[in-house]
Nanobody, 120 residues
Framework: QVQLVESGGGLVQAGGSLRLSCAAS????????MAWFRQAPGKEREFVAK????????YYANSVKGRFTISRDNAKNTLYLQMNSLKPEDTAVYYC?????????????WGQGTQLTVSS
């Protein structure tokens, strides 16, 4: 089992920056990759970014490429999402997720989410 706890959400003006964190605990030795997803009101959950836990290779959705940076600190078992040049359409609940079966596609564990609101 892996437990995930997100933090760092809040209210920010358009053009601003914010960093989300996701602390992992439990069977962190089983982590293969981790990812950020988001869900805006009335919309389906969408992929934001993912990173290989061992190699640190990132991958981004086109909507955030060049503005968001995903990173991890293996020693602290913590995932980050640095968000710059924020837009009102980035407003959503952000979730971190962990992949422990190596599929790189499905995520077995999810955090409770943290709210980001970007005002125009």
């Amino acid at each position: 089992q892996v437990q995930l706890v997100e933090s760092g959400g809040g209210l920010v003006q358009a053009g601003g920056s914010l960093r989300l964190s996701c602390a992992a605990s439990g069977r962190t030795d089983s982590l293969y990759s981790m990812a950020w997803f988001r869900q805006a009101p009335g919309k389906e959950r969408e992929f934001v970014a993912k990173i290989s836990w061992s190699r640190g290779s990132p991958y981004y959705a086109n909507s955030v490429k060049g503005r968001f940076t995903i990173s991890r600190d293996n020693a602290k078992n913590t995932l980050y999402l640095q968000m710059n040049s924020l837009k009102p359409e980035d407003t959503a609940v952000y979730y971190c997720a962990a992949d422990t079966d190596g599929s790189g596609i499905t995520y077995e564990y999810w955090g409770q989410g943290t709210q980001l609101t970007v005002s125009s």
